[in-house]
């Protein structure tokens, strides 16, 4: 079981992949699959996705992280309406907190007890949610990280290309099947979005399966769930659990250097304070920054990332 695994979060249709990083072949399995009860059970790290990303947006990353800790798995999800998750029967609200019941469901019925969640942007309040609701699908200790986010409001950037909530009203626009992915990185950038958004935007677009007509793509995201899930993103507020953080469970938040904007001076200070009072009751609240790495920091500055995260996987047993 060791290895990189994929994996959409509604339980009623799950399917997982299971990484053969040595022989780099990719093979669907069931969890009713034999798994070689010889082996101890292999610690697990869940990595979660921001707003309009996918597990894509992990793979290169995760890959790294098997290759150099190979005791270890990695479980990536498509949170619903991402990804393949998006084509699955969904029921609202969709919210942080539904979102991340779905995981935790997940991780259950997977029967696996993950010892790190790390989550970008959303994906961080996710995972925070993950460690509020959570009773027995979480050990302990549990690491968690929050990529790029803070536990409370949610501070609009001062231009337009990192502002996922322009960027939502933009794609709500346009058609549902377009012809090129080239027109729509154009019309992206006309509007005032970076090129890099723009190409990372068109990685949710699909060959459609119409056979006899002409080439033509396909959104493979649920916009209208997503609108949703970042008005939820902006509204929840999470500082109950890092104020009060759990024994056994370590917090860490990770700020982007030039992200500066998601960060006002009273979330690095409350985070600050949390750290004192955490290590005082049991638990524990980090804060980091990332050098040379915007919003995007898995893309930025991966080896800064890398050097970070790995002592979470030193450290756990």
Known sequence: MRGLLVAETW???LEYWHMNLCKELCVQVRWSSTVDKSLPDPPTAVLLHGILGCRKNWGSFA???????PTWQFLLVDLRCHGDSASMKKRGPHTVSSTAL?????VAQLRLTPRVLIGHSFG???ALSMVEQAAKPLARPVRVWVLDATPGKVRPGGNKEDHPAELISFLSTLPKEVSSKRDIVEALVREGFSMDVAQWV???LRPSESPGSPTSFSWVFDLKGITEMFQSYEETNLWKIVEDVPGGVHVNFLKAERSLHRWALEDIQR???AEELAADEGGAVEMHVLEDAG???HADNPDGLFKILSSSFQVVK
Do not use: C, E
């Open 124 to 126: 961080g309040k996710v």
């Open 295 to 297: 919003h995007w920091v």
């Open 63 to 69: 890959r790294r992280l098997a290759q150099a800790f």
């Open 202 to 204: 068109v990685t949710n």
């Open 102 to 106: 779905d995981v935790l469901k997940l």
């Open 271 to 273: 985070i600050r304070a």
């Open 11 to 13: 339980p009623s249709h």
